[in-house]
């Protein structure tokens, strides 16, 4: 059973803008925290943003400050990642990921924090 969807990947020049969207099919969705990865060939799954989707509390890696969003919108079951001003670096397969219920965010941010995972959308910026 997938659990986490990500749509939205694609290519797009610097300093473009995308969306991904993470259709998510845990229940409850609630009270949870939400978060995306990023992870560019040879390198390791970083995180780029999450969510506490019980009081909606954000984090940001300082790499992405200022230019990503991260939201959600529990009716839709969905949580976005708007990315503006893009750069090369940001290129990545991009995952979606849900944490226990009642596990919060930690300051950590680390992929182990978190229990499920989609499986990637790609995000290509050229120059």
């Known amino acids: 059973q997938v659990l986490l969807v990500e749509s939205g990947g694609g290519s797009v020049q610097a300093g473009g803008s995308l969306r991904l969207s993470c259709a998510v099919s845990?229940?409850?969705?609630?009270?949870?925290?939400m978060g995306w990865f990023r992870q560019a060939p040879g390198k390791e799954r970083e995180g780029v943003a999450q969510?506490?989707?019980?009081?909606?509390?954000?984090y940001y890696a300082d790499s992405v400050e200022g230019r990503f969003t991260i939201s959600q919108d529990n009716a839709k079951k969905t949580v976005y990642l708007q990315m503006t001003s893009l750069k090369l670096e940001d290129s990545g397969v991009y995952y979606c990921?849900?944490?226990?219920?009642?596990?919060?965010?930690?300051?950590?941010?680390?992929?182990?924090?978190?229990?499920?995972w989609g499986q990637g959308t790609q995000v290509t910026v050229s120059s």
């Open positions: 990921a849900a944490s226990q219920r009642w596990s919060p965010c930690h300051d950590s941010f680390a992929p182990s924090d978190f229990t499920y």
């Open positions: 969510m506490s989707n019980a009081d909606a509390s954000s």
């Open positions: 845990l229940y409850p969705v609630t009270n949870r925290c």
